[in-house]
């Protein structure tokens, strides 16, 4: 393999905290065998990279990587590194946090750059993670880039933020409305927007009003909202005047799924004059008979779904030990165009 393109992959893999049993080893120690530099080159896209300085994976993280990085040095007989073990004395002098990083990069070059809570459930909620549907509607996002492309999108249940990010930064969307419930959830997605550069609508608007310079990365106006699915009210819905609806891993509990549903319905019923919403959800399909209720129930609410083709390229370099489907759901009396 190319050792640009191993480089690549060690460095993508590495940032966005993938399983370290499914990194290309093999073909690594073929490089150093050749090129006794190339794990420097390593080291230098990964641990000693500015963007793991600044924002860092897990110290356990980063303490398991290169002790294995050592290890795969030491199988073909190489005198020690000492830039590897003062890198992995670092590490070890770290004080682990219930906070880490996690990156991602994009084909402009770009990253998302994510606050993640270690725990998979913490404070209660589910929301301080991403979950892998969120991937997968991120990289379809930017395979369909005019599905956003000067629109208003909200977004349910929005996490930790990557999806939205991703759209923000790819896709050039005029408005991008996060939302969440829990406000740990809320808080931490604040967070990550302005870690990756962007300013909220509301604190543009404060400096526009004070005179004072507006420095975002692009026109799109965002704004993040508490959104109550069971108790939100028509007037709240006509306000955001979405044009595209999307949500990522939001099936996985029945009451849930059900509120989802009718929230859906009255999104539909929210549109004025000849204007009509797309709607897209991704699931990672964990529990089928849940799955199976959320279909049913927009059936029985006077809507119907199409499973649409998933991304053509992984862009992520995630652990696909799961499956993933996005629906587009429309109303029964509507017709739908979906890309083949």
């Given at each position: ?39 420097l ?65 994009l084909?402009?070059?770009?990253n ?77 997605l ?59 891993d ?12 009718k ?15 797309d ?44 499956t993933?489907e ?15």
């Amino acid at each position: 393999m190319d050792e640009l393109i191993l480089c690549d992959i060690f460095q993508r893999s590495f940032f966005c905290g993938r399983r370290l049993i499914n990194f290309p080893w093999r073909e690594f120690v073929g490089s150093i065998n050749s090129e006794p530099s190339f794990v420097l080159q390593i080291l230098q896209k990964t641990v000693l990279h500015p963007l793991c300085q600044q924002h860092p994976p897990s110290v356990m993280y980063r303490r398991l990587f290169l002790l294995e990085l050592i290890k795969k040095h030491q199988s073909i007989g190489a005198e020690p590194l000492d830039e590897l073990y003062n890198a992995l004395a670092d590490v070890l002098n770290s004080q682990e946090n219930t906070l880490c990083y996690k990156s991602y990069f994009l084909p402009s070059g770009d990253n998302i750059t994510l606050s993640e809570k270690i725990a998979i459930i913490s404070e209660g909620t589910t929301g301080l993670v991403t979950w892998e549907a969120a991937l997968t509607l991120a990289e379809w996002s930017m395979e369909n880039i005019d599905v956003f492309k000067n629109r208003i999108i909200l977004e349910l249940g929005s996490g930790a933020g990557l999806t939205g990010l991703a759209v923000c930064k790819s896709c050039s969307p005029r408005k991008y409305v996060f939302s969440d419930h829990h406000p740990k959830v809320l808080k931490q997605l604040t967070e990550n927007i302005l870690i990756n550069g962007f300013m909220l609508e509301e604190e543009q608007k404060s400096q526009v009003k004070d005179k004072t310079s507006v420095v975002t990365r692009n026109a799109v106006q965002l704004s993040v909202i508490e959104l109550d699915w069971q108790s939100v009210t028509k007037e709240q819905l006509l306000h955001l005047q979405a044009d595209v609806v999307i949500a990522s891993d939001v099936v996985y509990d029945p009451e849930i799924t059900v509120s989802l549903a009718k929230l859906l319905k009255e999104m539909f019923n929210c549109t004025v004059g000849k204007r009509t919403i797309d709607v897209f959800i991704a699931s990672t399909v964990r529990n089928p008979e849940t799955y199976k209720l959320f279909k049913k129930t927009l059936g029985e609410l006077g809507m119907n779904f199409q499973v649409i083709p998933g991304p053509m390229k992984i862009l992520f370099p995630c652990d696909r030990n799961y499956t993933a489907e996005i629906l587009k759901i429309y109303l029964d009396d509507l017709n739908v165009n979906i890309k083949d």
